[in-house]
T-cell receptor, first 116, second 117 residues
Framework: AQSVTQLDSHVSVSEGTPVLLRCNYSSSYSPSLFWYVQHPNKGLQLLLKYTSAATLVKGINGFEAEFKKSETSFHLTKPSAHMSDAAEYFCAHFKAGGTSYGKLTFGQGTILTVHP | DAGVTQSPTHLIKTRGQHVTLRCSPISGHKSVSWYQQVLGQGPQFIFQYYEKEERGRGNFPDRFSARQFPNYSSELNVNALLLGDSALYLC????????????????FGPGTRLTVL
């Protein structure tokens, strides 16, 4: 079965310092992977996606992620945190096949706190 | 262009009651998916509909049902509500005309917050 595991439930950084949110995946084939952000009482916003093209993926708001097949990882990074980055982040795996046109399987989420 | 819209935004019900949640997809999208997000967890897949037909179902009891209308909007129904059904219910729409990812990228609405007392 395909799944994603977010290694940290909470990450705390100071404004202006780098952000690293970790995600490992398990998949028997080349996966499609995503990072979403959810601000309080809001829906999910797509940050970036990996779909078997370049392994370094750039997203919105300065975020990027690197797909590493040898490590089965898809960690999210940002060089310098901003107060507005405080939110919950979800790593997700997309699976299509059979009669289904695809579903997303999400990790448990990582809450990012940014201190002034 | 309008994104995915959901109604109502908040809802309070008591145990044993029935609830209907509504979703309107992005114009031109023919597929709608529903996810349940319990507090402190990631969203979990409930259903996917394409062209009014169920295309996928997650591991949820039969108390959960859904349908899609000719205009591609969708309803999620939950019967005999339990306290554990309290969650944010998210709707996502996609083009959904092929198995290729390009047609299945999902765009999420703001969700309906259901509280069961």
């Amino acid at each position: 079965a395909q799944s994603v595991t977010q290694l940290d439930s909470h990450v705390s950084v100071s404004e202006g310092t780098p952000v690293l949110l970790r995600c490992n995946y398990s998949s028997s084939y080349s996966p499609s992977l995503f990072w979403y952000v959810q601000h309080p009482n809001k829906g999910l916003q797509l940050l970036l996606k990996y779909t078997s093209a370049a392994t370094l993926v750039k997203g919105i708001n300065g975020f990027e992620a690197e797909f590493k097949k040898s490590e089965t990882s898809f960690h999210l990074t940002k060089p310098s945190a901003h107060m507005s980055d405080a939110a919950e982040y979800f790593c997700a795996h997309f699976k299509a096949g059979g009669t289904s046109y695809g579903k997303l399987t999400f990790g448990q989420g990582t809450i990012l706190t940014v201190h002034p | 262009d309008a994104g995915v819209t959901q109604s109502p935004t908040h809802l309070i019900k008591t145990r044993g009651q029935h609830v209907t949640l509504r979703c309107s997809p992005i114009s031109g999208h023919k597929s709608v998916s529903w996810y349940q997000q319990v507090l402190g967890q990631g969203p979990q897949f409930i259903f996917q509909y394409y062209e009014k037909e169920e295309r996928g179902r997650g591991n949820f009891p039969d108390r959960f049902s859904a349908r899609q209308f000719p205009n591609y909007s969708s309803e999620l129904n939950v019967n005999a509500l339990l306290l554990g059904d309290s969650a944010l219910y998210l709707c996502a729409s996609s083009l959904g005309s092929s198995g290729a990812f390009t047609y299945n990228e999902q765009f999420f609405g703001p969700g309906t917050r259901l509280t069961v007392l």
